[in-house]
């Protein structure tokens, strides 16, 4: 009996040696696993090197920041966003997609390769291999876009404005689209066009007409070394063309108006008082000085409705030109459909 109790003892102890020796294993493994990933600030994270790679390039890193979106690879069942740190921020790019879901102004922290395309520093986040994961560790706040007036190295993958864009002078607006992707060439700024993160835009026939201040992700495609070129601003949506009010101005008026909508679609409307019965000219002309609309007519003494229909102009500015024999009205119209 004794020898059995001290065999059934021995067996236990044997057992808890066992299981003992597999847990430190595991957490050894775990430990190992972890441990593979240095845990690194975006800001240090985004330190070059001369030809405009980060010099930690390949390293395994462990990265926190706060989510700026949208994701722009859904399609693809992937996940690519831009992740924010203290000044700098990197994208974050993925073929695969993991249990977090991408939403603005998470705070999360993800583990993978550091990495560049094309100049634009990337932490690749390899689905396939095991410890790469992504996880929201809490919820921060999103700042106001610096407003710049050069996007480049500084503002690469954060959220900034550019002031003052008169989208009348752009060029590389690209119907149709054969690829995901274009440019557009605005000035010294270019804006690039995205399918996956600005569908809306992607699928615009035209180019928006008109003066605005644009929001967006400061972007880096260049071709070669050493990466300090081809810097762009990464519209998300329609909604980051702020139109400015300057932008659509009265030039004259001594009849005091109201012109709406502006921009306007298909048509427009002026409405005014008047306190005579008496002719009136408008004529509408493109900023080359061509005539597309004109109209004769007399006001009323009392309220007056004009309604001109513009579905058959092209997006753009135009100039319209309100006269009756002791007052006028010259102002802007923007059309945007």
């Excluded at 920041?65 to 966003?81: E, L, M």
């Excluded at 700024?189 to 007409?209: G, Q, V």
């Excluded at 309604?307 to 119209?333: C, D, P, Q, R, W």
């Amino acid at each position: 009996m004794f020898n059995l109790v001290n065999g059934v003892c021995l067996q236990k102890n044997i057992n808890m040696k066992k299981t003992t020796t597999l847990l430190f294993i595991l957490i050894t493994f775990s430990m190992a696993s972890f441990a593979q990933f240095s845990q690194i600030t975006i800001d240090s994270a985004r330190t070059n090197n001369a030809n405009g790679v980060p010099v930690d390039s390949g390293l395994q890193v462990e990265l926190t920041g706060t989510v700026y979106g949208p994701n722009s690879y859904p399609t693809a069942n992937g996940d690519v966003f831009m992740l924010q740190g203290t000044t700098l921020g990197i994208k974050v790019y993925s073929k695969g997609t993991f249990s977090y879901a991408v939403n603005t102004g998470d705070i999360v922290t993800a583990r993978g390769t550091l990495s560049t395309y094309h100049g634009q520093a990337e932490l690749n986040l390899s689905y396939l291999t095991a410890g790469d994961t992504i996880f929201k560790v809490g919820t921060g706040t999103i700042d106001t876009p610096l407003v710049v007036s050069v996007v480049g190295e500084t503002n690469e993958s954060s959220l900034i404005q550019v002031n003052n864009v008169n989208m009348n002078t752009q060029t590389g607006w690209t119907v149709p689209h054969t690829k995901h992707s274009f440019n557009v060439h605005v000035g010294s700024l270019y804006l690039f066009i995205d399918s996956f993160m600005s569908p809306d835009l992607w699928n615009l026939s035209s180019a928006p007409a008109g003066t605005y201040n644009i929001v967006g992700f400061g972007s880096q495609y260049a071709v070669s070394y050493p990466y300090n070129s081809g810097y762009s601003l990464q519209p998300r949506s329609l909604a980051d063309f702020h139109q400015i009010n300057t932008g659509i101005n009265t030039i004259v008026s001594d009849l005091t108006a109201a012109v709406f909508p502006n921009p306007a679609s298909t048509k427009f409307t002026v409405t005014f008082s008047y306190d005579k019965e008496e002719p009136y000219t408008v004529k509408i002309t493109d900023l080359t000085g061509r005539t597309v609309i004109s109209e004769n007519g007399t006001v009323v003494n009392g309220d007056n409705t004009l309604v001109f229909n513009t579905s058959g102009l092209s997006n753009g500015m135009y100039i319209l030109e309100l006269h009756t024999a002791e007052k006028s009205l010259v102002t802007k119209i923007n059309i945007s459909k």
